[in-house]
């Protein structure tokens, strides 16, 4: 399973972004998949999470500027970034749990984008 990532760049203060994540490979079945991001220097952290039938979850200081939605037809997620700020600056992620033939459950990751918003 191949979990691709798209739409990162540079981008000015106020600004929007829309990055896609798509998933290749054997899969039966994908639950939870979700947005994570990682800034120079520190840990990574969660930004958005949404499961198959729609529920989302989001880190308390991004609620309303990001937005987290998914086609399961397409096994892509989607993180719609608005107002974004230079502390939005880093590599965002997407993570998925997979269902996939001989192996079952397992969580797999994007080699991530970056997102670079300029003041």
């Known amino acids: 399973v191949t979990l691709v990532e798209s739409g990162g760049g540079l981008v000015q203060a106020g600004g929007s972004l829309r990055l896609s994540c798509a998933a290749y490979?054997?899969?039966?079945?994908?639950?939870?998949m979700g947005w994570y991001r990682q800034a120079p220097g520190k840990q990574r952290e969660l930004v958005a999470t949404?499961?198959?039938?729609?529920?989302?979850n989001y880190a308390d200081s991004l609620k309303g500027r990001f937005t987290i939605s998914r086609d399961n037809a397409k096994n892509t997620v989607y993180l719609q970034m608005n107002s974004l700020k230079p502390e939005d600056t880093a590599v965002y992620f997407c993570?998925?749990?997979?269902?996939?033939?001989?192996?079952?459950?397992?969580?797999?990751w994007g080699q991530g984008t970056q997102v670079t918003v300029s003041s």
């Open positions: 490979g054997t899969i039966l079945s994908i639950d939870a």
């Open positions: 993570n998925a749990d997979v269902l996939v033939t001989a192996v079952g459950w397992a969580d797999y």
């Open positions: 949404i499961t198959r039938g729609g529920s989302t």
